[in-house]
């Protein structure tokens, strides 16, 4: 078992900057990257950003591409969201997640671990 716990989140103005962190616990060998996802009330959880830790090969939403950045730590499995010129439409909660698949790693389907969430509201 991994165990994600994030931090960070908030409410901030548009056009201002917010950043998400998060830590895994437990089994993380077995895990091949994080990413982070989001939900907005009413619709489907959405891929944000991902990194895998072989090669640390980053994925992004085109919607975030220019806006959000992740990094993350392989030694610590930690990883770092930090979104900048965000926009009303970036307000959802924001999850964490780990996957052991190989490939690219931008599906909801291939992540097996869930942080809790955090809110990120954007006001206009």
């Known amino acids: 078992q991994v165990q994600l716990v994030e931090s960070g989140g908030g409410l901030v103005q548009a056009g201002g900057s917010l950043a998400l962190s998060c830590a895994a616990s437990?089994?993380?060998?077995?895990?091949?990257?994080m990413g982070w996802f989001r939900q907005a009330p009413g619709k489907e959880r959405e891929f944000v950003a991902a990194?895998?830790?072989?090669?640390?090969?980053?994925y992004s939403a085109d919607s975030v591409k220019g806006r959000f950045t992740i990094s993350g730590d392989n030694t610590k499995k930690t990883v770092t969201l930090r979104m900048n010129s965000l926009k009303p439409e970036d307000t959802a909660v924001y999850y964490c997640?780990?996957?052991?698949?190989?490939?690219?790693?931008?599906?909801?389907?291939?992540?097996?671990?869930w942080g809790q969430g955090t809110q990120v509201t954007v006001s206009s």
């Open positions: 437990g089994h993380t060998t077995s895990t091949s990257g």
């Open positions: 997640a780990a996957t052991g698949s190989m490939g690219v790693i931008r599906d909801v389907w291939q992540y097996d671990y």
């Open positions: 990194i895998k830790w072989s090669g640390g090969i980053k």
